[in-house]
């Protein structure tokens, strides 16, 4: 079974930045593409960033590209996702998951993490 924690989250005001981390453990990390998602309440879960299983490839929703970057360090079993230019709408729970496949459907993605909260002040 693997088990993602997630962490790094917190409150920023608009324009700043943070990096959420979430490591993986009980499976093998290197064979899965791990994605990004945010959530907020009374809304669907939606794909931020997603990256294949050496990095060589990456995908980002419209909303967060050029200012997002998802990156994974396999030796460590953990991904990152570095936000910058925050702005008050990224306020959100952000969740990582795995998937074998590099893609956005969410019904791919089986193992999830708890959840972090982000909050952007403006």
């Known amino acids: 079974q693997v088990l993602l924690v997630e962490s790094g989250g917190g409150l920023v005001q608009a324009g700043g930045s943070l990096r959420l981390s979430c490591a993986a453990s009980?499976?093998?990390?290197?064979?899965?593409?791990m994605g990004w998602f945010r959530q907020t309440p009374g809304k669907e879960r939606d794909l931020v960033a997603s990256?294949?299983?050496?990095?060589?490839?990456?995908y980002y929703a419209s909303s967060v590209k050029g200012r997002f970057t998802i990156s994974r360090d396999n030796a460590k079993s953990t991904v990152y996702l570095d936000m910058n230019k925050l702005r008050p709408e990224d306020t959100a729970v952000y969740y990582c998951?795995?998937?074998?496949?590099?893609?956005?459907?969410?019904?791919?993605?089986?193992?999830w993490g708890q959840g972090t909260q982000v909050t952007v002040s403006s």
């Open positions: 998951a795995t998937s074998l496949t590099l893609t956005t459907a969410i019904d791919t993605y089986n193992h």
């Open positions: 009980g499976g093998t990390f290197k064979s899965y593409v």
């Open positions: 990256i294949s299983w050496n990095g060589g490839r990456t």
